[in-house]
Antibody
Framework: EVHLLEFGGGLVQPGGSLRLSCAAS????????MSWVRQAPGKGLEWVSG????????NYADFVKGRFTISRDNSKNTLYLQVHNLRAEDTAVYYC?????????????WGQGTLVTVSS | DIQMTQSPSTLSASVGDRVTITCRAS??????LAWYQQKPGKAPKLLIY???TLQSGVPSRFSGSGSGTEFTLTISSLQPDDFATYYC?????????FGGGTKVDIK
């Protein structure tokens, strides 16, 4: 059974940093592209960033503008999102997702999400 | 960027009703469209991909259709478990984008 467990969220001040992690199990992690998708309180879904199975290819939403870095450690079956220079508008639940096929794909499995709150 | 527009934003319906949600894309998707269901406080769940393929385990009362720029999600007979918010998502090109969502609530 596929399982995605995110952690690392929390309360951070504007301008601060966090590293989100996602522990994956139940599938061959190294062969699957992964993404982070976020959802601000009471709002819709917004794709943030994606990475290929090998980690060689990464993609980002325009609003990331160099502030976020996606990475993975296939030896640990773990996906990461390093976020810097956080703004109030980055407040959201961040979901780790498994992608179907390549890096331009839909998401067949989602974690339960980790909440990032940016506030002073 | 491809803009995804869902309508309606809210839909009130009764158990047993046939429900249709529309998703329009700002350019052709060649069928690269998915639909998700999300319940309050939960992660989204994949329902349909490539516009009309039902994800394993999803009830057959859900169906998807469309091509090009216009797509629909239909629930043939609404069940109590179906009251939720539904999102479409394009995966034709980056950035991957979602529609704004359609909330289906009890009439």
């Amino acid at each position: 059974e596929v399982h995605l467990l995110e952690f690392g969220g929390g309360l951070v001040q504007p301008g601060g940093s966090l590293r989100l992690s996602c522990a994956a199990s139940g599938f061959t992690f190294s062969t699957c592209a992964m993404s982070w998708v976020r959802q601000a309180p009471g709002k819709g879904l917004e794709w943030v960033s994606g990475i290929s199975g090998s980690g060689a290819r990464t993609n980002y939403a325009d609003f990331v503008k160099g502030r976020f870095t996606i990475s993975r450690d296939n030896s640990k079956n773990t996906l990461y999102l390093q976020v810097h220079n956080l703004r109030a508008e980055d407040t959201a639940v961040y979901y780790c997702t498994k992608m179907v096929g390549g890096t331009i794909a839909n998401f067949d499995y989602w974690g339960q999400g980790t909440l990032v709150t940016v506030s002073s | 960027d491809i803009q995804m527009t869902q309508s309606p934003s809210t839909l009130s319906a009764s158990v047993g009703d046939r429900v249709t949600i529309t998703c329009r894309a700002s350019q052709s998707l060649s069928g690269w469209l998915a639909w998700y269901q999300q319940k309050p406080g939960k992660a989204p769940k994949l329902l349909i991909y490539t516009a009309s393929t039902l994800q394993s385990g999803v009830p057959s009362r859900f169906s998807g259709s469309g091509s090009g720029t216009e797509f629909t999600l239909t629930i043939s007979s609404l069940q109590p478990d179906d009251f939720a918010t539904y999102y479409c998502q394009q995966y034709h090109s980056y950035p991957l984008t979602f529609g704004g969502g359609t909330k289906v609530d009890i009439k």
